[in-house]
């Protein structure tokens, strides 16, 4: 079993910056491809980002490209999302995801997810 938990969400004003960290238990992240994704008010949940187990892989959802980049440290067992130049639309509750054994992208179904870390960006 995996257990995932997030940190670094916040109160940021647009134009700002936030990275968010998801660290997981157990000794299988290193062979996990990582992914992110968001849930704002009333809507469903929204692909982020994701990355290879070994970090040679990303993608990214055409809202956040260029403004967001995904990263991992596997020796902390931790996946990464940098956000810059936050906007109101990026509010949301932010969640990770892992996909044991798998190796490339994108990832249609992932096995284990966090509670997720809410980002509020205020205009």
């Known amino acids: 079993q995996v257990q995932l938990v997030e940190s670094g969400g916040g109160l940021v004003q647009a134009g700002g910056s936030l990275r968010l960290s998801c660290a997981a238990s157990g000794r299988t992240f290193s062979r996990s491809a990582m992914g992110w994704f968001r849930q704002a008010p009333g809507k469903g949940r929204e692909f982020v980002a994701s990355i290879t187990p070994s970090g040679g892989d990303t993608h990214y959802a055409d809202s956040v490209k260029g403004r967001f980049t995904i990263s991992r440290d596997n020796a902390k067992n931790t996946v990464y999302l940098q956000m810059n130049s936050l906007k109101p639309e990026d509010t949301a509750v932010y969640f990770c995801?892992?996909?044991?054994?798998?190796?490339?992208?994108?990832?249609?179904?992932?096995?284990?997810w966090g509670p997720g870390t809410q980002v509020t960006v205020s205009s």
């Open positions: 995801a892992a996909k044991y054994g798998r190796w490339y992208l994108p990832v249609s179904e992932y096995d284990y």
